[in-house]
């Protein structure tokens, strides 16, 4: 059985209020292990409290970004929030376990070398990359991008670098530039439609490339009643899962990091991310 391990290290905003308690059952299972760190609602644990060091940081963004970033008041958060994302990367390659949830306040895939936007400031899987580069060697990764928006960010960061695959889906015009990949939505789509694209246009790349790790960026604002609607229901982030862990344990070991992007809605948080962390543990 995999070991699967959440980082809860900061989360901003409303919709995350009722975690980590809401994660209930998947808490109590033998191979899932909480890290957490600071939270606003409690006081920060001397626990794995680990803010990204800034030199990691520099790897990916630009200077003036970052001192942008350092003027804007989420400075501390974002370097927190990015902190799980590294964290789950290193204790993945440390063997301590196989699979990882993150939750992230602020982050990810709008995060570019030099801008920001849309909540996100640093880019955590971007400098989980280049940290895991620099201690292991390692070579190839891939990145799903499920949330409802465009990869900007990360896009930019990887635009010239064959060493990362990045498939998004999302509204923007369908291309295809170095391992990187736009795959074009319709405006709204069913369930099985979206897992079919991802099934055709992610699986026999990720098969072919051969990454070592697996990030998904997911973000489920492009459920019913979000703010990105595609007309996706619930249940599909859960069929995406189990996809996307089948994947990982055919390719790469296993090795799957789920880094939560869009979605504001409090009431769908508790009803998918338990379920979606549950897939990674069973
Ligand atoms: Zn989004
Ligand atoms: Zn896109």
Same mark, same amino acid.
């Given at each position: 059985m =995999?070991?699967?391990?959440i %980082?809860?290290?900061?989360?901003?905003?409303?919709?995350l209020r009722d975690f980590?308690e809401? !994660?209930?059952?998947v808490?109590?299972r033998? /191979?899932?292990?909480l890290y957490?760190?600071?939270?606003?609602?409690?006081p920060?644990? +001397? $626990?794995?409290?680990?803010?990204v060091?800034i030199?990691?940081?520099t790897?990916?963004?630009?200077p003036r970004? &970052?001192?942008?970033?350092?003027? +804007?008041g989420?400075f501390e958060?974002? =370097?927190?929030?990015? +902190?799980?994302?590294?964290?789950?990367?290193?204790? &993945?390659w /440390?063997?301590? &376990?196989? /699979?990882?949830?993150v939750?992230?306040g602020?982050?990810d895939h709008?995060?570019?070398?030099?801008f920001?936007?849309?909540?996100?400031?640093?880019?955590?899987?971007?400098?989980a990359?280049?940290?895991l @580069?620099?201690? %292991?060697?390692a070579? @190839?990764?891939? &990145?799903i991008d499920?949330?409802?928006?465009h990869?900007?960010?990360?896009w930019?960061i $990887?635009e /010239?670098?064959?060493?990362? !695959?990045y498939v998004?889906?999302?509204?923007g015009?369908? @291309?295809e530039?170095n391992?990187?990949?736009?795959?074009? =939505?319709?405006? @709204? #789509?069913t369930d099985e439609d979206? =897992?079919?694209?991802?099934?055709?246009? $992610?699986?026999p790349r990720?098969?072919a490339f051969?990454?070592?790790?697996i990030f998904?960026?997911w973000g489920?604002d492009g459920t019913?009643g979000?703010y990105?609607?595609l007309?996706?229901?619930p249940?599909?982030?859960?069929? #995406?899962?189990?996809e996307?862990?089948? #994947?990982a344990?055919?390719?790469?070991?296993?090795? !799957?990091?789920?880094? !939560?992007?869009?979605?504001?809605r409090?009431?769908l948080a508790p009803?998918?991310?338990p379920?979606?962390?549950?897939?990674?543990?069973e």
């Open positions: =995999l070991k699967t391990g %980082f809860f290290h900061y989360q901003n905003g409303d919709r980590p809401a !994660l209930g059952d808490l109590s033998d /191979n899932v292990f957490d760190a600071f939270y606003p609602l409690k920060a644990s +001397s $626990f794995d409290l680990d803010a060091p030199e990691l940081v790897r990916v963004h630009s970004m &970052i001192d942008e970033v350092r003027r +804007s989420a958060g974002a =370097l927190l929030s990015a +902190s799980g994302t590294v964290a789950a990367a290193l204790r &993945i /440390n063997g301590e &376990i196989d /699979n990882a949830f939750f992230t602020y982050g709008h995060a570019g070398r030099d920001y936007g849309g909540g996100c400031y640093f880019n955590g899987a971007a400098i990359i280049q940290e @580069r620099s201690r %292991f060697a070579r @190839r990764f891939a &990145i499920t949330d409802a928006h990869g900007d960010g990360t930019d $990887f /010239n670098d064959p060493g990362v !695959l998004c889906f999302c509204s015009p369908s @291309r530039h391992n990187k990949v736009n795959v074009q =939505l319709p405006w @709204r #789509l979206y =897992l079919d694209l991802v099934k055709k246009s $992610f699986h990720v098969k051969r990454p070592e790790v998904w960026n489920y019913r979000e990105g609607d007309g996706l229901s249940d599909l982030h859960v069929r #995406l899962a189990e996307l862990k089948g #994947l344990g055919e390719v790469c070991r296993g090795r !799957l990091i789920v880094v !939560l992007c869009g979605g504001s409090r009431d009803l998918l991310i379920k979606v962390a549950n897939v990674l543990a």
